[in-house]
């Protein structure tokens, strides 16, 4: 399968540990996204990388989080001394950065925070 | 802040109906608007893409653009059941990434 994949795909953690989630982009795509959606909202865009350089972060992202993308390829997001309102799902999704711009998805990283 | 706006529903049509989806966006600078689809559970999928004001047809689905009013619409004609889930309207912003609105949830009765 070539498609976006994230792990883990369910995440528990309690409140004030790290976490950290994984995504292997569509291995032509030089754009990768991450985007948060909670129930009932529509994905929350939180940054965004063509090939190593983080190009766009959200002003609405704490401090609390970091991407990285080190060489082009997968990409990591970590969120530091979580907090019950970081429960979430964390949709990664990549792109061509070419032409229609369409995103792909992957099935995304879903975390609770107890 | 850039904000993409459609109603949340649900919007109810019975199996066969023309189902209407809107949305409004707020800046005037976008240039590429998209339609995803989003079935319970899942990740959200392209749909429909448009750029240029007019129509765009894609076999059931039509997509609306009109840039001087900032408004997008969805038509999905011979609505099925196998239609319902949440449509999210995204629209670029300036820096390439792509913003979303909450998403219409429509729900096509049999």
């Known amino acids: 399968d070539t498609g976006v994949s994230q792990d883990p795909r369910h995440k528990i953690t309690k409140r004030g540990q790290n976490v950290t989630f994984r995504c292997d982009p569509i291995?032509?795509?030089?754009?990768l996204y991450w985007y948060r959606q909670t129930l009932g909202q529509g994905p929350e865009f939180l940054t965004y990388?063509?090939?190593?350089?983080?190009?766009?972060k959200s002003r609405l992202l704490s401090d609390r989080f970091s991407a990285e993308r080190p060489k082009g390829s997968f990409s990591t997001l970590e969120i530091q001394r979580t907090e019950q309102g970081d429960s979430a799902m964390y949709l990664c999704?990549?792109?061509?950065?070419?032409?229609?711009?369409?995103?792909?998805f992957g099935e995304g990283s879903r975390l609770t925070v107890l | 802040q850039k904000e993409v706006e459609q109603n949340s529903g649900p919007l109810s049509v019975p199996e066969g109906a023309i189902a209407s989806l809107n949305c409004t966006y707020s800046?005037?600078?976008?240039?590429?608007f998209f339609w995803y689809r989003q079935y319970s559970g899942k990740s959200p999928e392209l749909i429909m893409s448009?750029?240029?004001?007019g129509d765009k047809e894609d076999g059931r689905f039509t997509a609306q653009l009109n840039k001087a009013s900032q408004y997008v619409s969805l038509l999905i004609r011979d609505s099925q059941p196998s239609d319902s889930a949440t449509y999210l309207c995204?629209?670029?912003?300036?820096?390439?990434?792509?913003?979303f609105g909450k998403g219409t949830k429509l729900s096509v009765k049999p």
């Open positions: 999704a990549s792109s061509s950065g070419q032409g229609t711009g369409e995103l792909f």
């Open positions: 291995s032509e795509h030089n754009r």
């Open positions: 990388f063509q090939n190593e350089a983080q190009l766009e």
């Open positions: 800046d005037r600078g976008s240039q590429s």
């Open positions: 448009i750029y240029s004001n």
């Open positions: 995204a629209v670029t912003g300036s820096q390439g990434n792509l913003i």
